[in-house]
């Protein structure tokens, strides 16, 4: 029987090409949450993400947990630029970064598939435009976000 592996070590295996891009590379030293960044943000997201998905897994529910890490580690690559010319307000980064999160994860992934857009646009849920979910991922996600932003500020 193959061994099970855990969250954190599919997530360095899927995230690999992805943590060495230099769309990451880029965003991921800027402060994010007080105390800790966007890239080990992004990285805490992603594997509670994929301990969801192995714990629905379980239940009997299967999801489309490769695809669901891969946005989990680009929901943010928006924030590039928070501190400098890209955002003039807290409120334009609530509204926007999503949107430009999902346009860099475009060009990093070499395209988005329906769920990933999905879920990277709508992971600041309920605000954004639209409220409605199509993919369970996309719940996942924006769950996954929320509680990662309670203990980011405790952890680097
Ligand atoms: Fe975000
Ligand atoms: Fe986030």
Request: hydrophobic share 35%.
């Amino acid at each position: 029987m193959a061994k099970k592996i855990t969250a954190s070590e599919y997530v360095r295996e899927v995230g690999r090409p992805i943590f060495q891009s230099r769309e990451f590379q880029d965003v991921k030293n800027q402060k994010h949450h007080l105390r800790s960044t966007v890239g080990s943000h992004s990285r805490r997201v992603a594997i509670m993400c994929a301990f969801f998905c192995d714990c629905l897994s379980r239940a009997g529910v299967e999801t489309q947990k490769e695809e669901l890490v891969k946005a989990a580690l680009c929901h943010d690559l928006g924030m590039q630029g928070r501190y400098s010319h890209r955002y003039s307000s807290g409120r334009d980064i609530i509204r926007n970064h999503p949107l430009n999160s999902s346009e860099e994860a475009g060009k990093l992934l070499g395209g988005l598939t329906d769920l990933q857009r999905e879920a990277i646009e709508k992971h600041m849920w309920p605000m954004c435009p639209d409220r409605s979910i199509h993919h369970k991922e996309t719940a996942l996600m924006t769950i996954a976000d929320k509680l990662c932003a309670i203990v980011d500020p405790l952890c680097k």
